[in-house]
C-alpha cells in the first residue's frame, strides 16, 4: 500500500463547475496535510495546508480533512481553465517523520 | 524576496560520472528537503536538513548524499550516475521542518 494516494485521472469539469480531489494516507498517526498545484514543467506550489479535523476555506479552494478515515480532500469551487494542473496531496509527521506526496492528480477544466 | 534558487538548471552528464546540485533556500528558512521527480515514480524524498543536521533520509542508495552549510544553502551529490538516476531534482525550503514548503525551479538531470 503507498503511504499517500491519489487517483491520477485526469479529472475533467466544466467551468465553473465543482472540481473535487480526494488522498488517502495510510499512517495513521500523520499531522500535517498539504495540497500543492504544479503546472506543466513547473514546480509544485503550496495552495493550502491543513492540520485538523474539518474543513478550512481559502478563496475558491476549501481542504477537508478526516483523520478517523485517514481522507484529506480539495474541492475547488468556479473552476477555470488556469486551474488545469497535477494537484498533489502531501502528509507529513507520524512514524516516518518526512513530508510524503502523492503522485497526483490531472485536473483539467473544459471552457 | 527572493525565492528558491536551484542551479544549474539543467545538466547533461555521462554514466559513471558524478554530479553537484546547488539550493539557496528563501531568506530565514532554515529546513532544506530535496526531491526527485520522475513520470513514473512521481516526487520522491530524498533528505531533509535543518540547521546543517540531517534531519531525515529516503530510500535511495548511498550514491545519492547531501549536506547543508552554516548559510542553510545545500547541496546533493549524486555520485556514478546512472541512466535512471535522470529526473528532475527539486529542492525546497521552509521555516521549520517538515511545514509549508517552497520549491525552486529544479536541476533537470540526464544522464546518457
Known amino acids: 500500500q503507498k503511504e499517500v494516494e491519489q487517483n491520477s485521472g485526469p479529472l475533467s469539469v466544466p467551468e465553473g463547475a465543482i472540481a473535487s480531489l480526494n488522498c488517502t494516507y495510510s499512517d495513521r498517526v500523520s499531522q500535517s496535510f498539504f495540497w500543492y498545484r504544479q503546472y506543466s514543467g513547473k514546480s509544485p506550489e503550496l495552495i493550502m495546508s491543513i492540520y485538523s479535523n474539518g474543513d478550512k476555506e481559502d478563496g475558491r479552494f476549501t481542504a477537508q480533512l478526516n483523520k478517523a478515515s485517514q481522507y484529506v480532500s480539495l474541492l475547488i469551487r468556479d473552476s477555470q481553465p488556469s486551474d488545469s494542473a497535477t494537484y498533489l496531496c502531501a502528509v507529513t509527521g507520524g512514524a516516518t517523520n518526512k513530508l510524503i506526496f502523492g503522485t497526483g492528480t490531472l485536473l483539467a477544466v473544459q471552457p | 524576496k527572493a525565492g528558491v534558487t536551484q542551479t544549474p538548471r539543467y545538466l547533461i552528464k555521462t554514466r559513471g560520472q558524478q554530479v553537484t546540485l546547488s539550493c539557496s533556500p528563501i531568506s530565514g528558512h532554515r529546513s532544506v528537503s530535496w526531491y526527485q521527480q520522475t513520470p513514473g515514480q512521481g516526487l520522491q524524498f530524498l533528505f531533509e536538513?535543518?540547521?546543517?543536521?540531517?534531519?531525515n533520509k529516503g530510500n535511495f542508495p548511498g550514491r545519492f548524499s547531501g549536506r547543508q552549510f552554516s548559510n542553510s544553502r545545500s547541496e546533493m551529490n549524486v555520485s556514478t550516475l546512472e541512466l535512471g538516476d535522470s529526473a528532475l531534482y527539486l529542492c525546497?525550503?521552509?521555516?521549520?521542518?517538515?511545514?509549508?514548503?517552497?520549491f525552486g525551479s529544479g536541476t533537470r538531470l540526464t544522464v546518457v
Open positions: 536538513y535543518f540547521s546543517e543536521t540531517q534531519r
Open positions: 525546497a525550503s521552509s521555516l521549520e521542518p517538515l511545514g509549508g514548503y517552497t
